[in-house]
T-cell receptor, first 113, second 111 residues
Framework: NAGVTQTPKFQVLKTGQSMTLQCAQD?????MYWYRQDPGMGLRLIYY???????DKGEVPNGYNVSRLNKREFSLRLESAAPSQTSVYFC????????????FGSGTQLSVL | EDQVTQSPEALRLQEGESSSLNCSYT??????LFWYRQDPGKGPEFLFT???AGEEKEKERLKATLTKKESFLHITAPKPEDSATYLC????????????FGTGTKLQVIP
């Protein structure tokens, strides 16, 4: 099992450009999440999807959109990137069967110039 | 609003020197407290879940404990491979799956 797979691992954007971060999990988890991690701020929830077909805003959703494509895949889109979105992005998944512990991908380092 | 505060921010230990990391939390209803380990350039990796005050969990040199206000991660006789950032998180019993993370303790174990 690959677990949670994120692509790309690194990305540099110019202000105003758009991009989509891809995430897939092969653990048959119901819930998927997007977090960003910034120095001194901890992990902050951007969006989550409690189950296939539903998405909800987290703590810091402005400037982002998400799509739960199917049970396995959950993508994060930046429509018009801003320097404030420079961060490390993590996708995660969980299920009631695993008592809600989160399984994380390896992260995407995004720089917006 | 849920809050998680970890201390110290950084800790440097000699190999074999035991110590504890602290996680203080404020949450309306605790459904679970989690400890994760994060290595540089990687995603957090699950260590423990604690559900109620008085509960303890152990794994190799690590032991996590929980009270109504805080959790401790005790590291006994650490080795250099225990060097990592340790994250604490709480899962609220509210209407959706909201996990709040602390900013972590960066542990360095020197041979």
């Amino acid at each position: 099992n690959a677990g949670v797979t994120q692509t790309p691992k690194f990305q540099v954007l110019k202000t105003g450009q758009s991009m989509t971060l891809q995430c897939a999990q092969d653990m048959n988890h119901n819930s998927m999440y997007w977090y960003r991690q910034d120095p001194g701020m901890g992990l902050r929830l951007i969006y989550y999807s409690a189950s296939e077909g539903t998405t909800d805003k987290g703590e810091v959703p402005n400037g982002y959109n998400v799509s739960r494509l199917n049970k396995r895949e959950f993508s994060l889109r930046l429509e018009s990137a801003a320097p404030s979105q420079t961060s490390v992005y993590f996708c995660a998944s969980s299920s009631f069967a695993t008592n809600e512990k989160l399984f994380f991908g390896s992260g995407t380092q995004l720089s917006v110039l | 609003e849920d809050q998680v505060t970890q201390s110290p921010e950084a800790l440097r230990l000699q190999e074999g020197e035991s110590s504890s990391l602290n996680c203080s939390y404020t949450v309306s209803g605790l459904r679970g407290l989690f400890w994760y380990r994060q290595d540089p350039g990687k995603g957090p990796e699950f260590l423990f879940t604690l559900y109620s005050a008085g509960e303890e969990k152990e794994k190799e040199r690590l032991k996590a404990t929980l009270t109504k206000k805080e959790s401790f991660l005790h590291i006994t006789a650490p080795k250099p491979e225990d060097s990592a950032t340790y994250l604490c998180a709480v899962l609220d019993s509210g209407g959706y799956q909201k996990v709040t993370f602390g900013t972590g303790t960066k542990l360095q174990v020197i041979p």
